[in-house]
């Protein structure tokens, strides 16, 4: 079945650092793929998504290429600040309407 | 535009009790799904409701179970509790379901369950 495997934290960088979260999926078909944050207290946020392959999503600095061939989704960010400290998620959409698939998270905690 | 909401924001109950709890999609979404997230088994797809009609269950058992109403506001609710099914309940919406082609969800804040 469908499932999604993240590198294991914490990770601890300090600030301004590049940030890389690995991230693999398994998958039939070709699934929407996302990376959610979680704040400490809150819900999750969508960070970006990429709908195909060799799509690159973006938003505050924060990137990720959907490769099909290395089934990958990896996470990067090239300087990081403290305001980064969260729990990172990569998710894909199943074959099966409204239900997202969320690799195990990866705790980020950034050092001014 | 508000955004997804949910109540209460923290419960606590005992073993054997009921719960039922609340999610308020960002208006015009029509479809609602739930998520139980805990430490160990970390975010696990519960159920999906679109137009007051479940579409898609996870594998969880009988005990869980949800509704939606016709302004797509949704509850879910959990009989019987045991203590495992202390955890983090998070909704989310998502404006349409479209076989083929998918939405991202937005997700509510959550409510903490703990069951004594």
């Known amino acids: 079945g469908n499932s999604v495997t993240q590198m294991e934290g914490p990770v601890t960088l300090s600030e301004e650092a590049f940030l890389t979260i690995n991230c693999t999926y398994t998958?039939?078909?070709?699934?929407?793929l996302f990376w959610y944050v979680q704040y400490p207290g809150e819900g999750l946020q969508l960070l970006l998504k990429?709908?195909?392959?060799?799509d690159k999503g973006s938003n505050k600095g924060f990137e990720a290429t959907y490769r099909k061939e290395t089934t990958s989704f990896h996470l990067e960010k090239g300087s990081v600040q403290v305001s980064d400290s969260a729990v990172y998620f990569c998710?894909?959409?199943?074959?099966?309407?409204?239900?997202?698939?969320f690799g195990q998270g990866t705790e980020l905690s950034v050092k001014p | 535009k508000a955004g997804v909401t949910q109540t209460p924001r923290y419960l606590i109950k005992t073993r054997g009790q009921q719960v039922t709890l609340s999610c308020s999609p960002i208006?015009?979404?029509?479809?609602v799904s739930w998520y139980q997230q805990t430490p160990g088994q970390g975010l696990q797809f519960l159920f999906e409701?679109?137009?007051?009609?479940?579409?898609n269950k996870g594998n969880f058992p009988g005990r869980f179970s949800g509704r939606q109403f016709s302004n797509s506001r949704s509850e879910m609710n959990v009989s019987t509790l045991e203590l495992g099914d202390s955890a983090l309940y998070l909704c989310?919406?998502?404006?349409?379901?479209?076989?083929?082609?998918?939405?991202?969800?937005?997700f509510g804040p959550g409510t903490r369950l703990t069951v004594l």
């Open positions: 989310a919406s998502s404006p349409t379901r479209t076989s083929g082609s998918w939405d991202e969800q937005f």
């Open positions: 998958a039939t078909g070709y699934p929407s």
């Open positions: 990429a709908t195909k392959a060799d």
């Open positions: 998710a894909l959409s199943s074959n099966q309407g409204g239900k997202l698939i």
């Open positions: 208006s015009g979404h029509r479809s």
């Open positions: 409701y679109f137009s007051e009609t479940q579409r």
